[in-house]
Each structure stands twice: as structure tokens, then as C-alpha cells.
């Protein structure tokens, strides 16, 4: 059975940084995509970015140039690096590995 464990969120300064991880429980890590999303106070879920097999990545136009993503097979781990953050930034961040979901971590970019 596959679980997601996301840890890293919290609160920052405009213009901070953090670093989300999400680890997988379960085999085949190394074979499949892993996505970030997000979901802020009365909007939709949307994709923040995803990082395939290969380490290809790709983002969203808001979070391009200031989040990367990358994964440690070894450690079945995944990170959002986030940069130059915005007070839009905020939102429940969460990542999505084979149709299964993590907890969220709440992330909130307040002076």
C-alpha cells in the first residue's frame, strides 16, 4: 500500500525560502512521476509542478524561476524548493504519487 508523508511547510517572510519533502511508502518509486499541488483559501487544487522518472520537471508559470523539484530515489523523497516567496504562495501544499495523495502541509508567506 502506497502512503505519502509530506513535512517542510510552515510560515515565511515575503521573499523567504522553504523546502517541502514528501517521502513514499511502497515500491516502484524510481518508475513514476511524483506532482506538487496546492490549494489556497476558497480556490481549486492546482498543479504546482511534477518531476518524471527521469528527473524531467516541469511548473506552473506562477512558481516557474523561483520552485524546483527534485527527487532522491534512494531515500523515496521528493522536494519543492520554494524561492523568492509571495504572499500568494500561500496554500496547503500537497504532492500526489500514482493517484495517491499526501496529508498536506500548510505553507503561509506573511511579513
Known amino acids: 500500500q502506497v502512503q505519502l508523508e509530506e513535512s517542510g511547510g510552515g510560515l515565511v517572510q515575503p521573499g523567504g525560502s522553504l523546502t517541502l519533502s514528501c517521502t513514499v511508502s511502497?515500491?516502484?518509486?524510481?518508475?513514476?512521476?511524483v506532482d506538487w499541488y496546492r490549494q489556497a483559501p476558497g480556490k481549486h487544487r492546482e498543479l504546482v509542478g511534477s518531476i518524471t522518472s527521469t528527473a524531467s520537471t516541469v511548473y506552473a508559470e506562477a512558481v516557474k524561476g523561483r520552485f524546483t523539484i527534485s527527487r532522491d530515489n534512494a531515500k523515496k523523497t521528493v522536494y519543492l524548493q520554494m524561492n523568492g516567496m509571495r504572499p500568494e504562495d500561500t496554500a496547503v501544499y500537497y504532492c500526489?504519487?500514482?493517484?495517491?495523495w499526501g496529508q498536506g502541509t500548510q505553507v503561509t508567506v506573511s511579513s
Open positions: 511502497g515500491s516502484l518509486f524510481r518508475s513514476y512521476s
Open positions: 500526489k504519487f500514482r493517484n495517491v
